[in-house]
């Protein structure tokens, strides 16, 4: 074989490498903006709807790996608004397809409405309820009433043993967790509140939905709703201190 043709095949055989070299680069690129795509996928989006306009807070016991956490912030209302127009205005924070939805309390009241509107993957309500009739009658006549105007601000400011056993306050870390939440509310938003549940009208429990509540809750009686879980001894701040068992409640039910 002559030199010119050794040189030759020397070239083509270093071409055929680098061009191999290039081949496998571009392909683990490829492979890692799929992976980096497939793993941004993979962390489905959980929305937060907190208690009577306590903040994100609440929440910050709950163990939800892999999910990404967004807190509903709450926004002013106006006086005469009734609970499903206020859901109307605040679903705007929802920016993804097909969310899960944990709400608290009163929030989980307004996420009943906001699913309405949304198409939900999942929703777990805690401390809450799926519609009118697990609230308490007497509680809707006397707000009917206007009672809701007498509610001081020093209620919110104030705490005192009624209020802690209200709640289900007992340690001092549910009790310093409880000041924290209720002197961070506005007391027109919770007047409010107040008002448009007594005249929240949803009959039709909402679908895909899994109810979580304590047997000592005080605020939504335990003895008016027909939870899919109870927790024994939860009081209404149990997201709190009791989020060990609430989380691998959440967790199972997502992942089913």
Not at 18 to 32: A, D, E, K, P, T
Not at 86 to 103: C, F, H, S
Not at 187 to 209: C, D, G, M, V
Request: glycine letters at 6%; aromatic letters at 12%.
């Amino acid at each position: 074989m002559s030199i010119g043709q050794e040189v030759k095949n020397f070239m083509s055989q270093r071409v055929k490498v680098i061009f191999s070299v290039l081949l496998i680069c571009c392909s683990l690129r490829g492979f890692s903006q799929a992976s980096a795509a497939t793993a941004k996928d993979e962390q489905k989006t959980i929305y937060l709807f907190s208690g009577l306009g306590a903040d994100s807070s609440l929440f910050r016991n709950l163990e939800l790996p892999g999910y990404h956490k967004v807190y509903i912030n709450w926004v002013p209302s106006s006086p005469d608004e009734t609970i499903t127009e206020y859901a109307a205005r605040i679903k705007d924070q929802i920016t993804v397809e097909n969310p899960y939805i944990i709400g608290v309390s009163f929030g989980g009241i307004v996420a009943v409405e906001v699913s309405k509107l949304v198409n939900t993957k999942k929703m777990v309500l805690i401390s809450s309820a799926r519609t009118k009739d697990e609230l308490s009658k007497f509680q809707f006549f006397f707000m009917r009433l206007g009672l809701y105007r007498l509610v001081p601000r020093f209620l919110l400011k104030r705490m005192n043993f009624l209020t802690y056993s209200y709640f289900g306050a007992r340690t001092k870390m549910d009790k310093d967790a409880l000041k924290e939440l209720l002197q961070g509310t506005d007391i027109y938003f919770f007047r409010w509140a107040l008002k448009s549940i007594s005249h929240w009208e949803n009959k039709q429990p909402p679908e895909h939905t899994i109810q979580v509540h304590g047997t000592a809750d005080r605020v939504i009686a335990s003895r008016l709703v027909h939870p899919d879980y109870r927790i024994k001894g939860g009081g209404h701040l149990m997201v709190f201190n009791r989020a060990d068992t609430i989380s691998k409640i959440i967790m199972h039910y997502f992942r089913e």
